[in-house]
C-alpha cells in the first residue's frame, strides 16, 4: 500500500502541474513513477522487512570469495537486483529526460531546459555506479569466516583480519543497525594479522572504519540476531573454528546453534 502510494503521488503532482498531457514537467513525473516505486520496495525490504530471513543462503564459500574454504553468510540477492534495476531505469530515464528536454525546449521554453538539465544530473549520479558493476568494481557482497580469518567483502571494498585480533563482537548502529566487530591495530605493514584493505570505488563510510569491520544487517541474507551470534560465537570458540570451510559450519548456523 505504502509503495503503490509513493508510485500514485508524483501522476498527481503531474496532473495537477499542468493540463497538457504532453508538458515536459508531467512526462518527466510519469516517467519517474516506476524508479520511485522501485527505491520504495527497495526501502522496504531494507528497513522494515529485516527479520524472518530464510537461513538457505548460508553456505560454503567459493575460491573468488576466500583463498580458503570458509562459511560464506552471502548479500541479501533482493537488494542487489533491485538496486541494479533502479540504478538502471534511472540512467535511461535520465537520457530519455535529457531527448524529451531538448525536443520541448521548442514548446515549453524553459520548462524543457529544466527537464534535460534534470536528465543530465540523472545519468551524472547512476552512470559511474553502472560503470563500477560492468567492470567488477561494485559487486554483491559476502561476510566470510575461514578459520584463521574474518573477510567481509561489501559493495566497494574488502576489509579482513584475523580472528586473534578480534577485541570484540557486538551490535552498533541506531538508523542502520550493523554487527561491528571491533579488532587490534597493528602498525607493522609486514605483520600477517594485519588488516587487508582493498576499496574498489573509493572510501566508504565503513572502510574508513578499518581496521574495524562493521556489517550492516540489512545487507547481509540472514537474521540479524542469528548474523551476530554467528560471527561471536566464532570470534569466542576458537576451538570451533576448525570447522569453518565444512558443511559442520553450515548445518551449525542453519540449526541457530551458534545462540547461547
Known amino acids: 500500500m505504502a509503495v503503490a502510494l509513493v508510485a500514485v503521488a508524483p501522476l498527481a503532482i503531474a496532473m495537477a502541474l499542468s493540463d497538457d498531457p504532453g508538458?515536459?514537467?508531467?512526462?518527466?513525473?510519469?516517467?519517474t513513477a516506476p524508479a520511485v516505486a522501485c527505491l520504495g520496495v527497495l526501502i522496504a525490504v531494507t528497513r522494515v522487512r529485516t527479520r524472518r530471513r530464510s537461513t538457505r543462503g548460508v553456505r560454503l564459500s567459493t575460491p573468488e570469495e576466500a583463498p580458503v574454504p570458509g562459511?560464506?553468510?552471502?548479500?541479501?540477492?533482493?537488494?542487489?537486483?533491485?538496486?541494479?534495476?533502479?540504478?538502471?531505469?534511472?540512467?535511461?530515464?535520465?537520457?530519455?529526460?535529457?531527448l524529451a528536454g531538448l525536443l520541448g525546449v521548442t514548446r515549453s521554453g524553459p520548462s524543457g531546459a529544466v527537464?534535460?538539465?534534470?536528465?543530465?544530473?540523472?545519468?551524472?549520479?547512476?552512470?559511474?555506479?553502472?560503470l563500477a558493476v560492468a567492470r567488477g568494481r561494485l559487486r554483491r557482497g559476502v561476510v566470510v569466516l575461514t578459520p584463521e580469518r574474518i573477510i567481509h567483502r561489501s559493495w566497494a571494498?574488502?576489509?579482513?583480519?584475523?580472528?586473534?585480533?578480534?577485541?570484540a563482537v557486538a551490535p552498533a548502529g541506531e538508523g542502520r543497525p550493523t554487527v561491528l566487530v571491533t579488532m587490534m591495530r597493528s602498525a607493522r605493514s609486514d605483520d600477517p594479522g594485519r588488516?587487508?584493505?582493498?576499496?574498489?570505488?573509493?572510501?566508504?563510510?565503513?572502510?574508513?572504519?578499518?581496521?574495524?569491520?562493521?556489517?550492516?544487517?540489512?545487507?547481509?541474507?540472514?537474521?540479524p540476531v542469528l548474523?551476530?551470534?554467528t560471527v561471536r560465537?566464532?570470534?569466542?570458540?576458537?576451538?570451533?573454528?576448525?570447522?569453518?570451510?565444512?558443511?559442520?559450519?553450515?548445518?551449525?548456523?542453519?540449526?541457530?546453534?551458534?545462540?547461547?
Open 23 to 31: 508538458d515536459p514537467r508531467a512526462v518527466a513525473v510519469y516517467a
Open 115 to 130: 527537464v534535460a538539465l534534470g536528465g543530465v544530473a540523472l545519468v551524472g549520479a547512476t552512470a559511474p555506479a553502472l
Open 195 to 223: 588488516a587487508l584493505v582493498r576499496t574498489r570505488t573509493g572510501p566508504s563510510a565503513a572502510s574508513r572504519l578499518a581496521p574495524h569491520i562493521a556489517i550492516e544487517v540489512s545487507s547481509v541474507d540472514l537474521d
Open 233 to 260: 560465537f566464532y570470534a569466542s570458540h576458537p576451538a570451533a573454528r576448525v570447522e569453518l570451510g565444512t558443511q559442520d559450519a553450515v548445518a551449525r548456523v542453519r540449526q541457530g546453534d551458534v545462540i547461547a
Open 157 to 167: 571494498f574488502d576489509l579482513s583480519g584475523t580472528w586473534d585480533q578480534v577485541i
Open 71 to 98: 562459511l560464506a553468510l552471502p548479500y541479501r540477492r533482493d537488494v542487489a537486483v533491485l538496486g541494479a534495476l533502479v540504478g538502471g531505469y534511472a540512467c535511461a530515464l535520465g537520457v530519455g529526460l535529457v
Open 227 to 229: 548474523l551476530l551470534e
